[in-house]
């Protein structure tokens, strides 16, 4: 691990960020460029402390997964998410067709939706990236490790999952995780993730076992979804997808017809995300 290196590397490329490059407004007492350690810190989702110790040469060896959240908090290329890795002493992850890592393109994109609901997927259902709308509507997806990652593993073997939807559209999404769960398996075969995803759902769901026994496939997705939260209830809304096929990702956007009381409920939604966004910034 190069310390000295791994600082100023992370330094230097904090100082280049500016807040329009990630989501944030400038503010008019920002008397610097670049953005701030604490907003470095909330867009990687760790704490203040633990980047500033980074720069500062201090602290323990950051993880593999930390070092995926600084990568993507600061919007980094491939070329640069690998040098970080060899900076901090790990080898840099392969690069295949499927990755983890979200292209900067596709970053800028969803800071652009920081009001809506919106969030990359991989094909399994992994979430990598949400905007603080997508947080309060969903939970903090992207915390999760190993099988949990995947929708569509919690959907069958974490029952709070389902809190999102109305008991009544129980049903169709189950049908519709296993159709999306079968179309990735029968492209990567027994032997990927997917299909080690598969023999688990399959020893220890029987709903699921029975679905994937039907052999039920989907040539497309549903765009009109009900939505719940205990702040406002049942939402109608519309989903729309923008694939990137170079990473295998998904950008999943929640939108509501404009005048609806749905649209409403989806904009405080956003005034929800954003305070708690602040409240992290400024708490670390």
Known sequence: MDRPQLADFLRKRR??????DVG???????????????????????????????EQQRGPQPSEQMLAAIARGMRLTLAERDHLFR???????????????????????????ADTPAQVMTALGE???????????FGDETRFEGAMRSIGYRWFLHPPTRDVYPAEDHAR????????????FAQHGPRSRAGALVAELLERSTEFAELWEQHELRDHHVLD???????????????????????GQTLL?????????????????SVIGTQRMETDARTG
Do not use: N, W
């Open 225 to 247: 979804k009900r939505l719940q939260h205990p702040e406002t209830g049942v939402i109608e809304a519309q989903c729309q997808i923008l694939v990137d096929p170079d990473q």
């Open 253 to 269: 956007v929640i939108t509501a017809q404009p005048g609806t009381e749905s649209y409403d409920k989806l904009r405080l939604l």
């Open 24 to 54: 944030l407004t400038r503010g008019p007492r920002r008397r610097t460029s670049g953005l701030r350690r604490e907003e470095v810190a909330a867009l990687s989702d760790m704490s203040v402390d633990y980047y500033s110790r980074l």
């Open 127 to 137: 979430t990598l990236a949400q905007t603080p709308p997508a947080r309060v509507l």
């Open 173 to 184: 999404h189950s049908r519709a995780f296993t159709a999306d769960i079968r179309a990735v």
């Open 87 to 113: 900076l901090a002493g790990h080898r840099a992850p392969e690069r295949t067709v499927r990755t983890d890592h979200v292209s900067p393109g596709l970053m800028r994109v969803l800071d652009r939706l």
């Open 15 to 20: 100082e280049a960020l500016q807040p329009e």
